[in-house]
């Protein structure tokens, strides 16, 4: 069993986080103080390759590997939770489900543009005001079809990149009586008549991630809009899905790697009882703890990643990533805000943001009881 990165996993690594470190991690609390999306840096994201991890080389993506995509992810939200949200949504949930399951057609209009991001970042509409972990039976926005359109009328909440996005991706119920093959996915135009983006959330972190409530009234667009075929959008969100948990175990690293050499550079600094505080037993055994939860998570994480690009099953396994490393990442936060005491509950040091950032990744794409309802049902099915 290989452990190590390859050479070109490592290059790729080295790249992200010194681009990372002059692009946007000197910048994460201003922008999070303003609770604004880090603009500035999408373009120059895309001409590395960040925003086209899951867009193949022919439609300008980076066909990158999926570890090589969780690395990148990881080293994101080593950065900044908020942005490492937005790309990460952006790649998994927005680029994703056009390149697996859209028409050449949608490849070529789309792709192109969300990999250079020049056209914005992607979005995928699936939560709604009372559908979050329950979408088969709470899901209320329809999709009629029309002559040769779809109208859409319904709503959706929490929805990543929503202002950012020239077209999100809505998961519509087209079929109310045939149960789990009644739903579609369908790509609308931001620009859309009758679709209304409503003001960004004020959330406690991630702030430099917009997230947004959207309407649906008689929103009109083409029938050619269905990604792959009508009846299929509950079968494809549920692949997409099992990507997105990869991606939030690795943004969860990141923000708990962060968190710990926060702890350590202030246990080096800090003296307490005529001793640096990294040299008493107690914030020792605190470093070490973490540490062995970093590296846990990391494996499992890397484990579903390399799962997935070996084309094999990683269901159960992207659930169990997705479990341990949010709500390890919580844990790390919560011990680095100790070890930094005051401080650490100080907007001046960062690793208050880190907490609050990693606080919705045990919420965002599938909450953790919703992974122990996954990976459940896969232990006690064999």
């Known amino acids: 069993m290989d452990f190590e990165l390859n050479q070109e996993q490592r ?3 080295n790249t992200v986080h010194d681009f990372c470190d002059q692009h946007i991690r000197p910048y994460a ?12 840096t999408f373009r120059k994201m895309g001409a590395l390759g960040l925003l086209a991890l899951n867009i193949p080389e022919e439609f300008g993506g980076a066909g990158m590997d999926a570890v090589s995509a ?28 056009i390149s697996m399951f859209g028409s050449q057609m949608q490849k ?23 559908a979050g972990s329950d979408l088969v039976r ?25 202002s950012l996005a020239p077209v999100i991706i809505t998961l519509c119920r087209t079929d109310p009586e045939a149960g789990t093959a009644g739903f579609s996915l369908i790509l609308v135009p ?27 009234e008689n929103v009109r667009v083409p029938a050619a809009n269905v990604l792959g075929e009508a009846g299929q959008g509950l079968y ?52 070490a703890d973490c540490q062995v939860e970093i590296d846990a998570a990391q494996l499992l994480v890397y484990r579903a990643a390399w799962l997935k690009e070996e084309g094999k099953p990683f269901t159960r396994e992207a659930a169990i990533a997705k479990l341990y490393a949010t709500e390890m990442a919580e844990r790390v936060c919560r011990e680095a805000i ?9 907007r001046e040091y960062p690793v208050e943001r880190m907490y609050r950032d990693a606080r919705l990744m045990t919420i965002g794409e599938g909450t953790s009881e919703v992974q122990r309802m996954v990976i459940a049902k896969r232990v006690i099915s064999g």
């Not at 609390?29 to 500035?40: G, L, N, T």
């Not at 100790?338 to 100080?346: A, F, N």
């Open 70 to 97: 969780a690395i990148a992810i990881d080293e994101l939200g080593y950065a900044d939770g908020g942005t490492a949200l937005s790309i990460a949504a952006h790649n998994g949930l927005g680029c994703a489900p």
């Open 338 to 346: 100790q070890i930094l005491g005051s401080y650490g509950y100080s």
């Open 236 to 287: 494809q969100t549920l692949q997409i899905l099992d990507g997105g948990r990869i991606s939030i175990g690795a943004l969860s690293l990141g923000i708990a790697r962060a968190a710990l050499d926060e702890a350590i550079r202030y246990a080096k600094e800090r003296e307490l009882f005529g001793k640096q505080l990294a040299d008493l037993q107690a914030t020792r055994f605190k470093l």
């Open 11 to 13: 290059m790729w690594q």
């Open 108 to 130: 070529e209009e789309w792709l192109p543009g969300l990999s250079s991001g020049e056209s914005g970042l992607g979005a995928l509409a699936l939560t709604e005001p009372g």
């Open 190 to 216: 931001s620009g859309t008549p009758g679709l209304h983006i409503h003001p960004s959330e004020k959330k406690m972190g991630v702030r430099s991630s917009p997230t947004h409530a959207l309407t649906f």
């Open 138 to 162: 709470g899901l209320s926005t329809r999709a009629e079809l029309d002559g040769d359109s779809w109208v859409i009328n319904g709503s959706k909440a929490w929805i990543t990149n929503a």
């Open 29 to 40: 609390a201003e922008f999070d103080e303003k609770a604004e999306p880090m603009k500035m």
